[in-house]
């Protein structure tokens, strides 16, 4: 097989035996994919068709779908920078209406604070992006 893939040129996969998550965000891409409603269903009529099937799933990707890990901003908003501002006009916009009905949030607003690491999978026992309140009250606990 080794030998195939390079004969074609193709850069074989550094994954380890029997380790399927070497490249976690490639294979969270695939999933995203395979999942989405226009995922074809039969073979692509030719590889122009094909083409522009991928092209129009990468411009949705990276310009379209607002992804949960980095606080439901495109990668593309993330990519220029723009996601932080978005963030803090979500945090102002909750927090407005939180002051202005208290009585409909039972707790705190959503957590709109820019998630610095992205991770596939994190693991539960640590939130992946705490609230600011969290972080004072690990901070008061810890002195």
């Not at 991928?54 to 310009?63: E, R």
């Not at 949960?68 to 593309?76: D, Q, R, Y």
């Amino acid at each position: 097989m080794l030998t195939t893939l390079q004969q074609l040129g193709v850069m074989p996969s550094l994954s380890r035996p029997a380790v399927s998550n070497d490249n976690p965000f490639s294979e969270s891409l695939f999933k995203t994919l395979k999942y989405r409603p226009p995922y074809p269903l039969k073979p692509f009529a030719d590889l122009t068709r094909a083409r522009q099937w991928v092209a129009d799933l990468v411009h949705w990707y990276n310009h379209e779908h607002r992804h949960s890990a980095i606080g439901f901003v495109t990668p593309a908003q993330r990519h220029a920078g723009l996601d932080e501002a978005l963030l803090n006009q979500r945090k102002s916009l909750y927090e407005d209406a939180r002051r202005q009905n208290p009585r409909r949030w039972c707790q705190n607003t959503r957590n709109w604070n820019r998630v610095h690491t992205v991770k596939l999978n994190p693991d539960h026992a640590e939130p992946q992006n705490k609230t600011t309140q969290e972080i004072n009250n690990q901070e008061k606990i810890a002195a």
